[in-house]
């Protein structure tokens, strides 16, 4: 089975404060993505990464970067934490598409980041 | 830009009906559909992808269903249990993308 993990289930910083969030994944997947989901907005994309060192901005990537050093683990950053940056992340990984074919994209259980 | 839809929000039913989630979605360029459930407070469980050349998938009492051209998917839950009570979000990749685009979801909840 397909395992994601997240580092932390829930986290409590303060504002301004530098805030990392790591994601490891153990199915040797090329593609790693960070999502943010909100109530009334739904999930969106902040960063997805495609292999390591390579990463594209998604929907969302003001106010935060990503790092992915290693296959395995890809890491978000919050430069300087604020109250609207409180949320539920989500991480996810998924085999790289060829062609026309997808591959599933699979979940970490989340963090829910509160900033104060 | 692609837009997803599930209507409705929420639903309510007695436990050991049938019932039909929807997904409809605005750009039928997509590469495939995935649908997922989200327990509270909880990260997105992978039920069902359904490829772009595909019309359905099963599995076990799930069974989702694709209609590209017109935009629209369903999922089938067969002999609704309590604990199939969850959030039902729906989302499709795009030609050329490797990101997904999700629907806002259909809160589900099997009444005992």
């Known amino acids: 089975d397909v395992k994601v993990t997240q580092s932390s289930r829930y986290l409590v910083k303060r504002t301004g404060e530098k805030v990392f969030l790591e994601c490891v994944q153990d199915?040797?997947?090329?593609?790693m993505f960070w999502y943010r989901q909100d109530p009334g907005l739904g999930l969106r994309l902040i960063y997805f990464?495609?292999?390591?060192?390579?990463?594209e901005k998604g929907d969302i990537p003001e106010g935060y970067s990503v790092s992915r050093e290693k296959k395995e683990r890809f890491s978000l950053i919050l430069e300087s934490a604020s109250t609207n940056q409180t949320s539920m992340y989500l991480c996810?990984?998924?085999?790289?598409?060829?062609?026309?074919?997808?591959?599933?994209?699979?979940f970490g259980p989340g963090t829910r980041l509160t900033v104060t | 830009k692609q837009e997803v839809t599930q209507i409705p929000a929420a639903l309510s039913v007695p436990e050991g009906e049938n019932l039909v989630l929807n997904c409809s979605f605005t750009d039928s360029a997509i590469y495939n559909l995935q649908w997922f459930r989200q327990d509270p407070g909880k990260g997105l469980t992978s039920l069902l992808l359904i490829q772009s050349s595909q019309r359905e998938q099963t599995s076990g009492r799930l069974n989702a269903s694709l209609d590209k051209s017109s935009g629209r998917s369903t999922l089938y839950i067969a002999a609704s249990q309590p604990g199939d009570s969850a959030t039902y979000l729906c989302a499709v990749r795009g030609q050329g993308a490797q990101k997904l685009v999700f629907g806002q979801g259909t809160r589900l909840t099997i009444n005992p």
């Open positions: 990464s495609y292999d390591v060192k390579m990463k």
């Open positions: 996810a990984s998924s085999l790289s598409s060829g062609g026309s074919y997808g591959y599933e994209q699979y």
């Open positions: 199915m040797d997947h090329e593609n």
